[in-house]
T-cell receptor, first 112, second 114 residues
Framework: SQQGEEDPQALSIQEGENATMNCSYKTSINNLQWYRQNSGRGLVHLILIRSNEREKHSGRLRVTLDTSKKSSSLLITASRAADTASYFCATDRSGSNYQLIWGAGTKLIIKP | ETGVTQTPRHLVMGMTNKKSLKCEQHLGHNAMYWYKQSAKKPLELMFVYNFKEQTENNSVPSRFSPECPNSSHLFLHLHTLQPEDSALYLC?????????????FGPGTRLTVL
């Protein structure tokens, strides 16, 4: 069953604006990861946040985690055309030491 | 480049064909994975190998047959596929088979079954 669910399914914004994507999950997790996928390509790891962390930054990326609401958000500030991609969250699966459970992704389009 | 390569990048095959997908990682990782990605669906984990041993088979039909001759190479042998098997097949690797490990993905093979 699907663990992570991204919201919205698609997002279109102007270059320079901030983009926010959300991920909700159902069961307790140990960590949550965000990945980016450019059209028709493989996924690239962006950031990992552990269950005892509330916020993490990496360049223009800011990830928050609210374990009480079982949700995470990915904020991309000052968006660029190169940020156009699909973004996926992945959570570890209870009872499995290595399986990641993936959402269906948010498709982000940055308009020049 | 992520250090994981996949060939071919595109493959069109009939339902009676036999073909193989190849994945190679140059990262010195010990775990390798096959995923299936269909449009608007979450990634589906198919197989996991750790130190060349298959450790996970997520109820994948037998028409998909994985092979891992060493820690750097992973194959997916295909035979008698169905049109619904058309998808992007992604290979990934990680240092170890643990939940906190980052997975490094190849560019994928776009498979079309006619």
């Amino acid at each position: 069953s699907q663990q992570g669910e991204e919201d919205p399914q698609a997002l279109s914004i102007q270059e320079g604006e901030n983009a926010t994507m959300n991920c909700s999950y159902k069961t307790s997790i140990n960590n949550l990861q965000w990945y980016r996928q450019n059209s028709g390509r493989g996924l690239v790891h962006l950031i990992l946040i552990r269950s005892n962390e509330r916020e993490k930054h990496s360049g223009r990326l800011r990830v928050t985690l609210d374990t009480s609401k079982k949700s995470s958000s990915l904020l991309i500030t000052a968006s660029r055309a190169a940020d156009t991609a699909s973004y996926f969250c992945a959570t570890d699966r209870s009872g499995s030491n290595y399986q990641l459970i993936w959402g269906a992704g948010t498709k982000l389009i940055i308009k020049p | 480049e992520t250090g994981v390569t996949q060939t071919p990048r595109h493959l069109v095959m009939g339902m009676t064909n036999k073909k193989s997908l190849k994945c190679e990682q140059h990262l010195g990782h010990n775990a390798m994975y096959w995923y299936k990605q269909s449009a608007k669906k979450p990634l589906e984990l198919m197989f996991v190998y750790n130190f060349k041993e298959q450790t996970e088979n997520n109820s994948v039909p037998s028409r998909f047959s994985p092979e891992c001759p060493n820690s750097s190479h992973l194959f997916l042998h295909l035979h008698t596929l169905q049109p619904e098997d058309s998808a992007l097949y992604l290979c990934a690797s990680s240092q170890e088979r643990v939940r906190t490990d980052t997975q490094y993905f190849g560019p994928g093979t776009r498979l079309t079954v006619l």
